[in-house]
């Protein structure tokens, strides 16, 4: 009687959380699986995205990269931005980790406020940024004015990209977090153990810090590649002209994708081969950093 009480109980333990777990499942199917395996199937149609559907085979993916000239400009940029933005953002993260993880009075002010960019909406910054650097009346343009400066910021072809990648890289409160959680995990008695020897703080950093943080490293990478390729909606505000700058100089192939689908009539068929893409450039990065992570260390190898 009692195991019957026992296996009962049991069952309603999984039963609640079988419920739990389905919610997740259910949501992952509906709105990710299912739409994937969609605009998989559509990357080979001519699709408006209502009622005409011609399959073309490969005629998406050959319209590409022989008669779309935007597509060289557009990877150039999206590649350019992520291969500044990740490693910059790492290391400033991590530098700004480093002095947030100090034993000084008021850090955890110094904390919150590089951390509160991150929860500032990427559109609201957006539309923040780009009302910072305006030429007609931007405050940056004033200040550098007094200077007898100018700059044409997201305006310019030459300076819009460099200057979007000093937006991005003012939201590294994020990693900082990361960070911070990683050099939580330290063993102190490593870094006592180093100071009994008479290592400097710098000998400290190289051969404990840092290659005890190396699976924090290694994550930031990956999720930073990532979220680097797909960015949109800073993109998209900051830019303007239809999200592509001037000069195409803003133009990134989440942009593109976008603006195929849903403001060009009748290439809905051909953004979902360039969602696809992207998808698989995004995978092959991604297992390149897992091939040759052969650098990071973790705490039962050392």
Not at 210 to 233: A, E, K
Request: aromatic residues 16%.
């Amino acid at each position: 009687m009692k195991s019957f009480k026992c296996s009962k109980s049991q069952l309603k333990t999984d039963i609640a959380g079988y419920s739990f777990v389905s919610l997740v499942v259910i949501g992952v199917v509906v709105f990710t699986f299912i739409p994937a395996i969609q605009s998989f199937v559509y990357s080979f149609f001519n699709y408006d995205g209502f009622l005409k559907m011609e399959f073309i085979g490969f005629g998406n993916f050959l319209y590409m990269f022989q008669q779309d000239f935007e597509i060289g400009k557009v990877f150039a940029n999206t590649f350019i931005y992520a291969a500044i933005t990740v490693p910059l953002g790492m290391i400033l993260g991590y530098a700004l980790a480093l002095l947030a993880n100090s034993k000084v009075q008021g850090i955890s002010v110094f904390r919150v406020l590089f951390y509160l960019p991150v929860i500032i909406p990427s559109v609201a910054s957006g539309v923040l940024w780009k009302d910072i650097f305006s030429p007609a009346y931007g405050i940056f343009n004033q200040i550098i004015g007094i200077f007898g400066l100018h700059s044409d910021f997201f305006e310019s072809a030459s300076s819009a990209l460099p200057t979007l990648i000093l937006t991005t890289v003012w939201s590294t409160g994020g990693s900082m977090v990361v960070w911070l959680a990683a050099f939580k995990n330290i063993p102190q008695g490593l870094y006592e153990a180093a100071r009994l020897d008479g290592a400097s703080r710098v000998k400290q950093l190289i051969y404990i810090t840092v290659p005890m943080s190396t699976p924090m490293i290694f994550y930031n990478l990956v999720t930073g590649i990532i979220g680097s390729l797909q960015c949109f909606s800073t993109f998209i505000i900051a830019s303007g002209s239809g999200g592509t700058g001037p000069d195409n100089s803003l133009y990134f192939i989440a942009v593109k994708i976008y603006n195929e689908a849903f403001t060009r009539i009748g290439m809905m068929g051909y953004a979902c081969a360039l969602g696809w893409v992207l998808f698989l450039i995004t995978f092959l990065l991604t297992m390149l950093v897992f091939k040759t992570s052969g650098w990071v260390q973790y705490a039962e190898d050392m």
